[in-house]
Each structure stands twice: as structure tokens, then as C-alpha cells.
């Protein structure tokens, strides 16, 4: 097959700069601060160090004026670093106590660690920058992929976990979220700077369908004797009506290939996407919201004939493309829709926990939530008016299930608008229903959209005009006029009636504005992925505004860089009630995290989930046996989430309407949930300390175990935890991949082995559930809320084997007062050899110890338990 895209190399190849001690150079390098500016034929190449680990690069054409747009990602300005620059005739070198880059004769950059270890390199093979107005793609970075795993990029639904080799397009969608941050195995990140829509390893050679589509009518054919004609017509008509069609495809080399479709141009509510190669699915799209791409892998062989069929149902402006590349495609691109900058930043760290740590540095790090907000969220579509959300809410509270938080979905405002206003037909008294929630111990979120389409509402906050385009009501969050307005409007609606937080939906935006529409500050073609980072940035700087002391949770559907920042977690949209969409979930939400956004949550159970809501596979979602157990598994899979919530369309989600087996299982993995909060707490803590996350792949942990690289169904939850998750229906054992090392499993306490698979048993209502030898886990009482007051001692359940330590986090709970100091840790220290427990304070001093002495149960797994009293002053314990 034929290249379909063509590389316009910017002249780099020949160029060179000739560098002597006596400074005969080519080309003038010009050293600013903490900038160096290589000047060359074509090329202007800017490398400027933010800190020790973190180095920008710019590349711009000579003559050619830098598109530019206000920087709303990173936050840490250039550092005051020593770092040295070495020159020889064909090679310039810049090293910090880090890392080391070096620029080559031919423009392209290399990086290593401080020893010297290969990080990763540029290449010029796609490389360029296209001063062509009508091209497809302006910009466009590559580097050379090495023997790593890659992550990140955000959230797609291609059960898809490794990227390294894959081809996607990173573009705002219902369902996927474009993050354009990679994390290497090989302790390296890159961050692409650029907010419009960027392909990732671009595909580079497209399947034809021109074959007669006749020769793949009916495999059956030879044995239909007279009527072969008329199957034959009903088999073209039914492709036809599918748009089905078939090919041959014979690979010219062995090994796995990257598939990539793109199925339409248009954003579609339905048809099936299928792509299948003899009879094995590649890619498989079948839920109710169709993004534009997607992305499959399967490995062929050379010189084999191969049966493609290629199924884009529902399809408006085109019939579908499918590219591939070569198992040979060893690199990593980044190639943009617009800009006429190479910008990009490269981030190391001696493992992948200080890349991310680096990362968050580089562009805010997350703040940390209300305690309540790591409980467990009772949503769904909808509660139809005040009183049917207070009689469910009450019932939670009389059937003693544990909840801290109760959801008003939307259609709550006025019939024929959209927009923060209620309904007083059916919300009479919206401060009243508030009230009463926050003395059953809830919060309330309610769901609010950037599009407004209420005129009144609109002119009485000066944002009719503010629209993003005719027929759109989308507004211009790039406005910082318009985000100051939009706050407003909403507070007034929801804030001063006693809403706790905000679910901020369809923020990709939904209903996508013309490319050419004029935003405040450019085409909304060159800006377009960044939108749900503005909106977040109105929602919280105006509440942080207006309450300086009440931590911010908003809930968004869409996501970018930096927006960890300003108190938001994601969730992976509308997905359908499928065990195959159940099973992407977790590679979806690990990716996510992996680009440097920790808080991640998605649908218990799906959100499109029987014949009554638009999913015809199960007839009714209370009573099918199978719809149950996935929803069980779906809950188990969401209590070790970093948010925990169920949702349903056109649901009763409340876990006493689907069977009694459903609600006791449900309810021991709610209570689990509760019981794990110190631990929770103590990681999200983490999370704000020091960048790190609750939710990561076992190769955040084992980046040099190659057998963790692929593992989508098993995660790491905080540092102690794994879990793993049972994705087909009627299974009750689980193999499970232990890394290296010993283990403990949760629920028996049995030690096992790491470096192999186990068989683990999964019964319905269990999940497998590890911990690693070395650790301590701070385990809580069962309660009905997260900042229920009890008597009930903190048990510490040491598992043995290695010397362990943690931290144990205590604040308010509630408010931003951590960020002044007032906090407090409490370090606990087991040393296997002397088999003691020493507890300690650590920083902060917002608890006396003395007045009120912690009570806990020490349990070593395994051995004894003791029960002591920490007063503040260092204690040790033997066991």
C-alpha cells in the first residue's frame, strides 16, 4: 500500500552548526538565562531549562511569526539551576544534575539521565513543520520509541493500555479525552504543547477497498444452487445498508500492526464500528456515542493472505478509512491540526512516580478534596423533582447504607431552557432540599452544562452575545470576562441554595462549535482541546473567589492538562452496559491517571443499561442475571476507584432495587470502602504532597518487569494495594499476575510468592485483592459517612516480610486550612528483624496527641495483636 501522508521535512538534514573552542560557529547559539537559542539555515531551535528534570524545547521556521496563545497549562516558571553547556563541532551539550541533552549536527536532540543512560531521541522522519494553509497537519515531532511501555494520552475506549507503536487521535469526545502526555517506563515524559487536535503516531499507509464487493457476498455461495443470486443480493444489500465492505490484505512483514479507523466526520449517536481480520475482532465500537477514530492492534504474518472486514454503520459524510502501520513503526510522533511551533517539553525522573511527580510540578499540582468526596456517590438520571431526591436520600439513611454524597442529574431547570435555574414547579424550595441533605450527613452535586440556552438567564449576566457561533450555546470560556459572568450565574443558582459541588458535563464541549468560529483569543480550531481546562479554571477560581476556605470537587467530562489543578476529577462518559466497555474501563481510567490527572471515575454499571435506556442486549436491569453480575463487578471495580460513584440512564441505581445477592454484595465492598478511608485519605494526601496517584498500572510500581506492561484487568491502588477485576460473566477464579516479591491475599492473609501468576478465586461478591509484603495499612471502623465521629480504635495491619513505613494524614477534613500547615501525619515504622512497630509524630500539629490520644489496634498478619494509645510522644511496640 501507499503512503498517504508525506513527510515535509524542514531542511534539517545537512544543516549543521560548527562549534570550536574559540566560537567559529555556523550557526550563532545565544545563551539568556536559562535559554539557548540555536539559529540555523531554516530553524530557529530554543531549549530552555525549567528545572534539573525538566527541559522546554521550541523549534520555529526562520522569517515565520509564532503563532501564540496564552499559556493556561504550565505553571512553573524557569528555575534557578546550575547547569553547563559544552560545545564541539558537531555536537552541542546541555547538563543539569539530572539529566544531559544533546544537540546534534543535524538538529536533532538526544536525552540521557545523569549517568549517561539513553532517555530517549528525536528523529527527523516526521518531523516538520507545514507552511501549507490547506494541509491536514501543521506540525508534526517525532522520537525514536526504545524498548519501553508508554502511557497516558488520557481516556479511550480501545482497550488499548501500552501506546508504544499505536496510532490515536487525541481530540475532546463523550467517552475519550485528549491528555497529549506520554510516560515512559524508561523514567521519561514529554508533554506536546499544543491545544489542537493531535494525531499520536500518525498512521502511515491506508487499506483500499476496491475490490467488487461481490467476491465477499456469501462465503457460502458455491452451495446455494438457484437461489445463490438472490442471497447474493440480500447479503450486497445488507452490507450495503451497514456499510460493510471486504478486502485482502497480505502483510509485507511479521509482527503486530497498529490499526487505526477513521469513521466519519461528523460526531454520530449510533452505528456499529467493526473492523475484523479473518475472524478476530480488531476494533469493536458498538455503544451509543461514535467518536470520529479509533484504534486496534493485532499481530499478522508476512505473506499471508488476510479477510478484512470493515463495518461503519451509520455513517453520514464518509463511507470510513483504515490505515495500519508496520510493526517496524519504532517510533513516538506528535503531529498537530494547526500551530506553526514545534513546542514540547521533556520530563525525567530516576522512575516513573518522579516523572510524574516532575510532571505536576510543571503544571499545578491537584488539590485535595473534602474527605466526603472519597465516599461513595448515589447518582443517577434522574431524580425528577425535590421530594423523589429526599425520599431516596432518606431511605440510604434508613437502610444504613453508607453514602456521602446524592446527585441531581439535569432537566432540573425550566422546560424549553438549559441553564443553572430550577424548576420551582418541581424544586419548590432548593435550599430547603439542600439543607435537609446536609442533616442526613450528604452533599449534593448538581449537574450544570458550559451551554446555556436561556435567554433571560443569559442577558441578566451579559452573555447572550458570548456564544460560539450561530445555533451554538456553547459559551466563550477563553473570555475571562465570560468565565467571571458564567460563575456568577451559577453561584447565585446553586452556591448560596447550599450546593456542595458541581458536575460539570459535556465540557469537550458537547455539540462542537465550527472550526473557524472566532473565540477571545483565536480560531477555536487552534484552541479547541483545551476547552474543559477554561471551564474548570472559572469554576474554581471564582469559588476559591467567593469561598476561600470550602474545598472544591467538580465533576467533568472531559479533560486537559493542568486541570488537576483546579479541584476536578473525570469520568469516562456515557458508556454502554457491555462486559467488552465494563472491560476497557480499566485501561481507560489507568491511562488517564497515567497523564497526570489522579482523580478518575466512571459509571457503576454503565450508562446505558437495558431496552429501557437505548441498550437492547438485557430486557430489564433489575431482574437479568446477567445485567446483575455485571453490575456487581462494576461496583467492585468502582470501590477501588479514585471516585466512587453508580450511575444510570433512565435508572433507579440504588442498590436495594436489584436483587438481595446484588445489595449484600454491594454493601461489603461499600463498607470495605469506608474502612480503607484512612488509607485513602493518607494517598490522596500523597497526591497533593507530592504528585503522586490512587489509581496507576502495576508498571508505575514495576516499570522494569516487562510482564506488567500489558496488563489491563489488574491495577495498583495507592502503593500497598493490587486489585484485580473479573470482566466476564460466570467467572469465579481470576489469574492474577504477582510482580516480584511476596504477597498477601487480603482476604485470607495466605502469603504467596511474586514473579508468577495465581489462580485467585473470585466468587461473586469477591475480588482479588493483594497486598505486598512491607506494608502497613491503617484500616477504619465501619461507619455510615466518611466524617462520622467514632470511639472504635484505628486497626494497623502490618503485613511482614520486609520493613515497612507510613504516613498516616489527619486534618479538618473540609477546607483549604492544610495549606497553611495545619495538618498532621502520624509515621508508623515496622522493622522485620526486631519485629517491633515504633509510632511517631510527623509534620503538623493540628491534633494534641496528648488531649486526644489515638487508640489502635496493631495487628501483624500472621502473628499478634496489641492495642496502645499514641499520646504524641514516640512509642514503639513489640509484636
Not at 500492526?257 to 480488531?282: A, C, P
Not at 461473586?764 to 495499612?777: H, N, R, Y
Request: glycine share 6%; net charge negative.
Amino acid at each position: 500500500m501507499k503512503k498517504v501522508f508525506k513527510n515535509t521535512l524542514f531542511g534539517f538534514i545537512g544543516l549543521s552548526f560548527i562549534l570550536s573552542s574559540c566560537g567559529q560557529f555556523k550557526y550563532p547559539v545565544t545563551e539568556i538565562d536559562n535559554k539557548v537559542t540555536v539559529q540555523m539555515d531554516s530553524l530557529n531551535l530554543t531549549i530552555e531549562i525549567i528545572d534539573e528534570s525538566i527541559i522546554h524545547v521550541q523549534k520555529s521556521l526562520v522569517g515565520v511569526e509564532p503563532i501564540k496563545h496564552p499559556d493556561y497549562v504550565t505553571v512553573l516558571k524557569p528555575q534557578n539551576v546550575n547547569w553547563k553547556m559544552k560545545k564541539s563541532e558537531e555536537q552541542l551539550s546541555i547538563s543539569t544534575e539530572a539529566l544531559k541533552l544533546i544537540v546534534n549536527a543535524d538538529g536533532t536532540i538526544e536525552y540521557q539521565d545523569a549517568k549517561g543512560q539513553k532517555l530517549v531521541s528525536e528523529t527527523n522522519d516526521l518531523t516538520y513543520i507545514n507552511q501549507n494553509k490547506k494541509a491536514s497537519w501543521k506540525v508534526s515531532q517525532a522520537f525514536v520509541a526504545g524498548d519501553e511501555a508508554l502511557y497516558g494520552l488520557g481516556q479511550f475506549q480501545s482497550n488499548i493500555l501500552n501506546w508504544r507503536g499505536v496510532s490515536n487521535r487525541l481530540q475532546q469526545y463523550n467517552q475519550e479525552v485528549a491528555i497529549p502526555f506520554l510516560m515512559s517506563t524508561n523514567n521519561y515524559g514529554i508533554y506536546w504543547h499544543n491545544y489542537s487536535v493531535t494525531d499520536f503516531n500518525q498512521a502511515q499507509h491506508e487499506i483500499s477497498f476496491d475490490q467488487k464487493e461481490e467476491a465477499f457476498a456469501s462465503v457460502e455461495e458455491e452451495n446455494l444452487g438457484q437461489d445463490a443470486e438472490n442471497v447474493v443480493k440480500h447479503k450486497m444489500k445488507e452490507n450495503n445498508d451497514k456499510n460493510i465492505r471486504v478486502t485482502t490484505f497480505i502483510p509485507e512483514k511479521t509482527g503486530e500492526y497498529s490499526f487505526f479507523v477513521e469513521s466519519d466526520k461528523s460526531n454520530r449517536m449510533r452505528g456499529e464500528i467493526r473492523v475484523l481480520i479473518d475472524n478476530d475482532t480488531v476494533i469493536n465500537y458498538a455503544t451509543i456515542w461514535v467518536p470520529t477514530c479509533h484504534s486496534g492492534t493485532k499481530k499478522l504474518q508476512a505473506g499471508k493472505t488476510y479477510k478484512i472486514t470493515f463495518q461503519n454503520t451509520g455513517a453520514k459524510k464518509m463511507k470510513g478509512r483504515l490505515f495500519y502501520n508496520e510493526p517496524d513503526f519504532d517510533k513516538t510522533v506528535f503531529s498537530s491540526e494547526e500551530g506553526n511551533v514545534i513546542d514540547y517539553y521533556l520530563i525525567h525522573g530516576e522512575n516513573p512516580r518522579k516523572v510524574l511527580a516532575e510532571y505536576h510540578n510543571l503544571t499545578g499540582k491537584s488539590k485535595l478534596f473534602s474527605k466526603k468526596s472519597y465516599g461513595f456517590w448515589q447518582c443517577r438520571e434522574r431524580y425528577h423533582n425535590q421530594e423523589e431526591l429526599l425520599e431516596n436520600a432518606r431511605e440510604l439513611r434508613k437502610r444504613k447504607i453508607p453514602v456521602d454524597n446524592i446527585v441531581q442529574d439535569w432537566f432540573y431547570w425550566p422546560d424549553g431552557t438549559k441553564g443553572p435555574e430550577w424548576d420551582r414547579s418541581k424544586y419548590p424550595n432548593p435550599k430547603a432540599m439542600a439543607d435537609e441533605v446536609h442533616d442526613l450527613n450528604m452533599n449534593l452535586m448538581v449537574s450544570v452544562w458550559p451551554m446555556v440556552n436561556n435567554t433571560p438567564l443569559l442577558e441578566k449576566y451579559d452573555l447572550l452575545q458570548y456564544k460560539l457561533g450561530k445555533g451554538n450555546h456553547n459559551l466563550d470560556f477563553y473570555d475571562e470576562g465570560v468565565r467571571e459572568r458564567y460563575y456568577r450565574m451559577l453561584s447565585d443558582s446553586m452556591f448560596h441554595f447550599g450546593v456542595n459541588s458541581i458536575w460539570l458535563d459535556g465540557t469537550e464541549p458537547a455539540s462542537k462549535p465550527r472550526n473557524d468560529v472566532q473565540t477571545a483569543i483565536g480560531p477555536f480550531k487552534e484552541v479547541k482541546n483545551a476547552y474543559s481546562l477554561l471551564v474548570s479554571k472559572a469554576m474554581f477560581e471564582g469559588k476559591r473567589k467567593e469561598y476561600p476556605n470550602e474545598r472544591i470537587f467538580n465533576l467533568t467530562r472531559s479533560a486537559y492538562p493542568g486541570q488537576q489543578r483546579y479541584g476536578t476529577a473525570t469520568w469516562s462518559g456515557d458508556v454502554q452496559s457491555t462486559w467488552e466497555q465494563f472491560a476497557e474501563q480499566i485501561p481507560a481510567g489507568l491511562n488517564f491517571t497515567m497523564a497526570g490527572m489522579p482523580y478518575w471515575s466512571h459509571d457503576i454499571g454503565g450508562f446505558f443499561r437495558d431496552a429501557n435506556s437505548i441498550n437492547p442486549i438485557y430486557d430489564d436491569q433489575y431482574t437479568n442475571e446477567e445485567f446483575i453480575e455485571l453490575l456487581n463487578r462494576w461496583f467492585q471495580f468502582g470501590a477501588f476507584s479514585p471516585i466512587f460513584r453508580i450511575h444510570g440512564y433512565v435508572s433507579e441505581t440504588e442498590i436495594w432495587r436489584y436483587g438481595k445477592a446484588f445489595e449484600t454484595s454491594a454493601r461489603k465492598f461499600i463498607d470495605l470502602r469506608y474502612q480503607l478511608m484512612p488509607y485513602i485519605y493518607s494517598e490522596a494526601w500523597k497526591i497533593t504532597k507530592d504528585g503522586h496517584t490512587l489509581m496507576s498500572p502495576l508498571a508505575f510500581y514495576y516499570p522494569n518487569d516487562q510482564k506488567t506492561w500489558n496488563i489491563k484487568d489488574q491495577l495498583c491502588f495507592g502503593e500497598n494495594i493490587m486489585v484485580a477485576f473479573v470482566t466476564e460473566y460466570k467467572q469465579r477464579h481470576k489469574n492474577v499476575y504477582l510482580p516480584k516479591g511476596e504477597w498477601f491475599d487480603y482476604w485470607t492473609n495466605k502469603k504467596m510468592q511474586g514473579g508468577q501468576l495465581v489462580r485467585a478465586k473470585a466468587d461473586f461478591d469477591e475480588t482479588p485483592i493483594f497486598v505486598k509484603a512491607g506494608s502497613i495499612l491503617p484500616i477504619g471502623p465501619k461507619v455510615q459517612y466518611a466524617t462520622q465521629p467514632t470511639d472504635e480504635p484505628l486497626k494497623l495491619k502490618i503485613y511482614p516480610g520486609k520493613d515497612a513505613q507510613y504516613t498516616l494524614y489527619q486534618d479538618d477534613n473540609t477546607s483549604y486550612e492544610y495549606e497553611k500547615g495545619t495538618f498532621s501525619e502520624v509515621v508508623f515504622e515496622y522493622s522485620e528483624t526486631a519485629k517491633t512497630l515504633t509510632v511517631k509524630k510527623g509534620n503538623g500539629d493540628y491534633i494534641d496527641f496528648g488531649k486526644s490520644p489515638m487508640q489502635l489496634q496493631v495487628e501483624l498478619v500472621g502473628s499478634k495483636t496489641e492495642e496502645i494509645a499514641f499520646e504524641g510522644q514516640t512509642l514503639q511496640v513489640q509484636l
